[in-house]
């Protein structure tokens, strides 16, 4: 078996349909189906049993697709580097075509992609970030008018409206979502539930047409934002205005299907994986009081006396960060990356043929020994000043992506989460009904089963304790006081 130091030396890219190298050794597998039904029903389980039986680069099959699957986080640095003419993203992952024109993002040809990207990234970045905060806090406030003092509620159903009330504030902003209040909430199920790696996306499938339908209803909803700001004009700070000032190609602007791709992309992109993310380490957390003890700790410390208004603020909340950091890595909610092999290459003594796809599996890489110290153990303090293990290795953390294609969301999401488990926290005790919810094996982003949570508002520390007798918490919220 090649060893790892082998690796990034002999990765390079080829076109040649020969090599002298050896193909990567295939897990055994069945006729016409290869190893696809072991692979849909717990492809952790049986992605792990496979490195124990060839090392960390081995090739299985998805039925007529062959795949190598590569776990060393030094091949990454390989895979990382490539564009979309060797390794492509928008062919690996055409089952997203139910949902979104060929034109959108890493659908497009490669010179649309980086165009479209260059516009992306900066709607993330720096003052901007800041912008979205208002539209978090006050998603935030109304939630829990509605929570009230105490009950019961299942994470991921709750989390996973609440994401996506904030994702379509926050990206079509705050006349969409009082129009529509929650009832673009079934529009959007069923749109996600269009992306179907198994099935093509024009069979005649109930959920396949259901997902276009959505598309087209929500297309409508979100051009009608475009024509009524285009009309109305005004003074905004939102995505929706950014995408309107924003050029491409020089200094064209955005033909409005790319607008609406990118705003129906984003909130997608957006809401099921920070809802996954926030479900998992809300429940890390109450599986674990020592550490919540501290995560608590330190939020009623720095939201006695910093605004919630300002980035910084939630940045201060070190302990929080190592929490998501430790739920990323034991739980990476896009647990497998795709690409399609537009070119061959030789990889740690292999050679990877054209037509073959790529697998990178943050879920198994973020847990080797190497990388980790008892990885399978829940422990944030890894992530603390003085053990930074996920320093360990450029790639030792995943869970966002790397290279080209690295997750644009990610500050987004991070700020997010932290507003919603910072405030949830510093609000409510929480105790965990269902101790040990399943962890769901299905195709697409990660998520835990039904769990569910007991809540009572706290009667020390939480806004409550902060209150005066005229104001109630709700009014607390400095954006949108009542
Ligand atoms: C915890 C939350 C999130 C996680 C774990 C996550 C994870 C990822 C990963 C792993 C990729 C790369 C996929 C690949 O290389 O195959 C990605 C790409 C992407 N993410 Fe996220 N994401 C999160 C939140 C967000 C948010 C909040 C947004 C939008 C605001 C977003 C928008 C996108 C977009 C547009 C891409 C495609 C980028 C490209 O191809 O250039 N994500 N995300």
Not at 50 to 76: Q, S, T, W, Y
Not at 140 to 161: I, Q, R, T, Y
Not at 187 to 195: E, K, P, Y
Request: glycine share 8%; aromatic share 10%; with cysteine.
């Amino acid at each position: 078996m090649p060893k790892a130091s082998d690796v990034v030396k002999s990765a390079k890219s080829s076109s040649k349909a020969t090599s002298k190298l050896p193909l990567p050794p295939f897990v055994k597998s069945k006729p016409v189906v290869g190893n696809l039904i072991e692979f849909y029903r717990d492809r952790l389980t049986f992605l792990n049993r496979a490195m124990a039986e060839h090392g960390e680069i081995f090739a299985i099959r998805l039925g007529p697709r062959k795949v190598v699957v590569l776990l060393n986080p030094d091949d990454l640095n390989f895979v990382f580097m490539q564009n979309d003419l060797t390794l492509s993203v928008g062919q690996a992952y055409q089952f997203v075509a139910t949902m979104f024109s060929p034109e959108y993002l890493y659908m497009a040809d490669y010179d649309e992609y980086i165009e479209q990207r260059k516009v992306l990234l900066p709607a993330f970045q720096g003052a901007k970030l800041g912008n979205y905060l208002g539209s978090m806090l006050r998603e935030l406030k109304d939630w829990m008018h509605v929570l009230g003092d105490k009950g019961e509620f299942d994470v991921v159903d709750e989390l996973s409206k609440l994401a996506l009330r904030i994702a379509a504030r926050a990206f079509i902003g705050e006349d969409f979502r009082k129009a529509l209040h929650d009832k673009f909430i079934p529009l959007f199920t069923d749109l996600s539930r269009g992306a179907d790696p198994i099935f093509p996306a024009n069979w005649p499938l109930p959920h396949l047409i259901r997902c276009r339908a959505a598309r087209a209803e929500l297309g409508r909803l979100v051009s009608s934002v475009f024509q009524k700001r285009r009309h109305e004009g005004g003074e905004y700070h939102d995505f929706i205005q950014y995408l309107l000032e924003a050029r491409y190609h020089g200094d064209q602007h955005l033909p409005e299907e790319i607008m609406i791709n990118m705003v129906l992309g984003i909130v997608w992109g957006g809401y099921e994986t920070t809802t996954g993310t926030m479900s998992w380490a809300l429940i890390h957390l109450l599986q674990n009081p020592s550490f919540l003890q501290k995560v608590v700790a330190e939020i009623d410390t720095v939201l006695a006396t910093e605004p919630m208004t300002e980035l910084d603020t939630w940045r201060g909340l070190e302990h929080l960060q190592y929490a998501f950091w430790e739920t990323e890595r034991l739980e990476p909610v896009s647990d497998i990356l795709l690409r399609y092999n537009v070119k061959g290459y030789e990889i740690g003594g292999y050679h990877v043929p054209a037509g073959w796809y790529t697998v990178i599996s943050p879920s198994i890489t973020q847990r080797l020994p190497r990388l980790y110290s008892h990885p399978n153990a829940y422990d944030p303090l890894r992530h603390a000043p003085g053990r930074e293990e996920q320093a360990s290795h450029r790639f030792s953390q995943l869970a966002f992506g790397g290279g080209l294609h690295k997750c644009p969301g990610m500050n987004f999401a991070h700020t997010e989460m932290k507003v919603v488990m910072g405030m949830l926290l510093h609000e409510y005790d929480l105790v965990l009904i269902d101790r040990q919810p399943d962890k769901l094996h299905s195709i697409g982003i990660q998520r835990p089963g039904a769990c569910r949570v007991r809540y009572q508002r706290r009667t020390t520390g939480g806004l409550n304790a902060q209150k005066t007798s005229s104001q109630t918490p709700a009014s607390l919220c400095p954006v949108h006081p009542s």
